[in-house]
């Protein structure tokens, strides 16, 4: 069974930096579409960033962390990564990294199409 783990959370000032690291564990993420979500408190989760390592192709990022935010993987290391850059209060939220249902086609940012989900990491970012 395929194990996603989180880390890299913190506090940080407005205009600050993190990087979150996601290390995955007994299944491959070679193919599977992997992403990053967000749920800040008392809302909704909603969709960051993903990427998928084969065939290589662009990143899709939600409007919000556009030019902020990067994703990245290290599919020999088996870990995705989030640079956040320039973070802003409103980026405050509990970052989940997840694995897409279905090996071998791209998935959309919307959390019904992933079925593996780490525990999550929290970023709090103070004005």
């Known amino acids: 069974e395929v194990q996603l783990v989180e880390s890299g959370g913190g506090s940080v000032q407005a205009g600050g930096s993190l990087r979150l690291s996601c290390g995955v564990s007994?299944?491959?993420?070679?193919?599977?579409?992997m992403a990053w979500f967000r749920q800040p408190p008392g809302k909704e989760r909603e969709g960051v960033a993903g990427?998928?390592?084969?065939?290589?192709?662009?990143?899709n990022y939600a409007d919000s962390v556009k030019g902020r935010f990067t994703i990245s993987q290290d599919s020999g290391q088996s870990t995705l990564y989030l640079q956040m850059d320039s973070l802003k209060p409103e980026d405050t939220a509990t970052y989940y990294c997840?694995?897409?249902?279905?090996?071998?086609?791209?998935?959309?940012?919307?959390?019904?199409?992933?079925?593996?989900w780490g525990q999550g990491t929290l970023v709090t970012v103070s004005a």
């Open positions: 007994g299944d491959t993420m070679t193919m599977y579409y």
């Open positions: 990427i998928w390592s084969y065939p290589s192709g662009a990143p």
């Open positions: 997840a694995r897409c249902s279905v090996w071998g086609r791209w998935c959309p940012l919307q959390s019904g199409e992933y079925d593996h």
